[in-house]
């Protein structure tokens, strides 16, 4: 497709349960991002993924949240054992640039988790 | 003082005036700046961008601002229409492109007819 697609759109989960969340970033795109955003709130940084490689992974918020891209196109985003605080909006974002330069992030719509 | 422009969380306008969001960023190191906006429900979609060897850069109807010394951007929105009704963030960025994003606070446009 043109965009960033991420699936589900929505997900509610109960307390304790594991859930992953994908995204399919657009075609070509190198780098590949995922944030955070709490209601109200600027996303935040979470992972990066260069390809198949993660090189930063700075912004998880615990050992439950775990990334992974194996063939450098689609993401998962897995948390487990979820928490309330983990109620969010989790982005993904990709871009095409890989050095210094403008770079042109396009994110896709989100996934809506609810932990009750 | 200098008037560095007050961040606002919400901003209201009429349909057809001009529109000014302020952010104030946290790097000094920071070299590239970017404005999202994000409707309800969607991810932050690209509006404008400016690297840090500039002050000033013009788009269709937006306008970036960028002063180094006080670390503060603002976006400029001329003529602004309902379709402009959204949360607007500044985000900045060091170095290379794998870089993360530094999101602000956002800031809820209302435009009304």
């Known amino acids: 497709g043109a965009g960033v697609s991420q699936s589900p759109r929505y997900k509610v989960a109960k307390r304790g349960q594991d859930v992953a969340l994908r995204c399919d970033p657009i075609s070509g795109h190198v780098s590949l991002f995922w944030y955070q955003q709490a209601l109200g709130q600027g996303p935040e940084f979470l992972t990066y993924f260069q390809n198949e490689a993660q090189l930063d992974k700075s912004g998880l918020p615990s050992d439950r949240f775990f990334a992974e891209r194996p063939e450098g196109s689609v993401s998962t985003l897995k948390i487990q054992r979820t928490q309330q605080e983990d109620s969010a909006v989790y982005l993904c974002a990709s871009s095409l640039a890989l050095g210094r330069g403008r770079v042109g992030y396009t994110f896709g719509s989100g996934t809506r988790l609810t932990v009750v | 003082g200098e008037n560095v422009g007050l961040h606002l969380p919400t901003l209201s306008v009429q349909e057809g005036d001009n529109s000014i969001i302020n952010c104030a960023y946290s790097n000094s190191a920071s070299d590239y700046f970017i404005w999202y906006k994000q409707e309800s429900g969607k991810g932050p979609q690209f509006i404008i961008d400016?690297?840090?060897?500039?002050d000033k850069r013009q788009g269709q109807r937006v306008t970036v601002l960028l002063n180094k010394t006080v670390k503060h951007l603002s976006l400029q929105i001329a003529a602004t229409q309902p379709g402009d009704s959204a949360v607007y963030f500044c985000?900045?960025?060091?170095?290379?492109?794998?870089?993360?994003?530094?999101f602000g606070k956002g800031t809820t446009l209302s435009v009304s007819s």
């Open positions: 985000a900045e960025k060091v170095g290379q492109a794998g870089t993360a994003l530094i």
């Open positions: 400016i690297r840090s060897n500039m």
